[in-house]
């Protein structure tokens, strides 16, 4: 069964980069049918894709968070991670780490979600 | 970006009922259209891809149709597990982006 779990700070100062990992558990990172991406939610609102990684290391990004989003794979740790820079209060939300299937293009399995709070 | 739009924006039913919460895209994105169901302080879960196909484990009352612009979800019999916001995403272009969710309550 295959698991992803977020981890970072849950608290993140206005203008500071928030930094998340996603560590995945019972499948390699590197198998080849699989995109990794990060997804966030503000409270009580819909899904925002963030972007995306393959095991060899190509991404694509949301247009909206391009100039601020850098996303990385280890896959000798088996994770990746999320770099967001210059936060803003707005960038508070529930990150998610998930899963994309490169057949049929869906998000097949989620991490729990991470609540990142930018405040001073 | 490809708009998605939803609606209802809530629905509330009977158990039993059939119920069906509708997905329009903002141009034509083929049948790369997955439904999600998302509980309370939980990660979304895939209920449907590819506009039409039922993920593994997933009841067999949930059904999705469609293609192009227009999508539907259809719930046969509504089960009070079912309680949820559900949405819809887009998958056919640069950024991926979702529906604004449908709430669904139990009358």
């Known amino acids: 069964q295959v698991q992803l779990q977020e981890s970072g700070p849950g608290l993140v100062k206005p203008s500071q980069t928030l930094s998340l990992t996603c560590a995945v558990s019972g499948d390699s990172i590197n198998t080849g049918n699989f995109y990794w991406s990060w997804i966030r939610q503000p409270a009580g609102k819909g899904l925002e894709w963030i972007g995306r990684?393959?095991?060899?290391?190509?991404?694509d990004y949301n247009p909206s968070l391009k100039s601020r989003v850098t996303i990385s794979v280890d896959t000798s740790k088996n994770q990746f991670s999320l770099n967001l820079s210059s936060v803003t209060a707005a960038d508070t939300a529930i990150y998610y780490c998930?899963?994309?299937?490169?057949?049929?293009?869906?998000?097949?399995?989620w991490g729990p979600g991470t609540l990142v709070t930018v405040s001073s | 970006d490809i708009q998605m739009t939803q609606s209802p924006s809530s629905v509330s039913a009977s158990v039993g009922d059939r119920v069906t919460i509708t997905c329009r895209a903002s141009q034509g994105i083929r049948s790369w259209l997955a439904w999600y169901q998302q509980k309370p302080g939980k990660a979304p879960k895939v209920l449907i891809y590819d506009a039409s196909s039922l993920q593994s484990g997933v009841p067999s009352r949930f059904s999705g149709s469609g293609s192009g612009t227009d999508f539907t979800l259809t719930i046969s019999s509504l089960q009070p597990e079912d309680v949820a916001t559900y949405f819809c995403q887009q998958a056919n272009s640069f950024p991926y982006t979702f529906g604004q969710g449908t709430k669904l309550e139990i009358k």
């Open positions: 990684i393959y095991p060899s290391g190509n991404t």
């Open positions: 998930a899963r994309f299937k490169r057949i049929f293009y869906y998000f097949d399995y």
